[in-house]
């Protein structure tokens, strides 16, 4: 069973930085991604960023050349940089594998990220 522990985020102010950072154990496949999503205030869950076993990284457009995630093993930092108050929301880790034909996810329980204008 993979467990998600996650560290970081809090209350920052706009033009700030914050790290979130996910431990991740119990990954079984070698073809897996950890992440990042996020959800704001009334909207629906979204990606932020995510880094494959194989070493691709994967960011949504929103947070291109502000965030940078990186992984060590099954740990992924997510650097954010220039923090914006539409930055503000639940952020979730995300585990992602493949074993076989079937893909399993599992979640964090989620860190509050808060962006004051």
């Known amino acids: 069973q993979v467990q998600l522990v996650e560290s970081g985020g809090g209350l920052v102010q706009a033009g700030g930085s914050l790290r979130l950072s996910c431990a991740a154990s119990?990954?079984?496949?070698?073809?897996?991604?950890i992440g990042w999503y996020r959800q704001g205030p009334g909207k629906q869950r979204e990606l932020v960023a995510t880094?494959?076993?194989?070493?691709g990284t994967n960011y949504a457009d929103s947070v291109l050349g502000r965030f940078t995630i990186s992984r060590d093993k099954d740990t992924v930092n997510l650097q954010m940089n220039s923090l914006k108050p539409e930055d503000t929301a639940v952020y979730y880790c995300?585990?992602?594998?493949?074993?076989?034909?079937?893909?399993?996810?599992?979640w964090g329980q989620g860190t509050q990220v808060t962006v004051s204008s």
């Open positions: 119990g990954i079984t496949s070698i073809f897996n991604a």
């Open positions: 880094a494959s076993s194989g070493g």
């Open positions: 995300n585990v992602n594998e493949r074993r076989w034909d079937t893909t399993y996810e599992y």
